[in-house]
């Protein structure tokens, strides 16, 4: 189950494995700030070196380019639980996720 608000353009999303309980939050508009750096908008490049300035973690790069979509990538931050989408290279969204201890627990 998915929730999302047009202004400010934040979803919240709950999943049944996990007993619905929020299992991210994703934003796009580009008021939300991570560490206090707005980030929506950006380039890739630009993205990641304030990434690696913040030190939140091993920074991986992942083409989810399609047909539909030609250009579309993703940074993932796992010991951040955190994941940037770019389209045509830009900044579109920020997803947050749960982070999990070794017993699986939150």
Do not use: R
């Not at 934003?27 to 939300?32: A, C, G, H, K, T």
């Amino acid at each position: 189950e998915a929730w999302h608000y047009d202004d400010p353009e934040i979803s919240f999303a709950f999943e049944e494995f996990n007993d619905w309980n929020l299992s991210s939050i994703a934003v796009s508009s580009p008021d939300f700030e991570l560490n206090g750096k707005k980030l929506m908008g950006l380039k890739l490049d630009e993205v990641v070196e304030i990434l690696e300035k913040l030190d939140l973690g091993e920074v991986e790069i992942q083409d989810y380019s399609s047909a539909d979509a030609p250009d579309l990538q993703l940074i993932t931050i796992e010991n951040a639980g955190l994941n940037l989408w770019f389209d045509e290279g830009v900044l579109t969204e920020i997803q947050w996720s749960p982070l999990w201890d070794d017993d699986e627990e939150e």
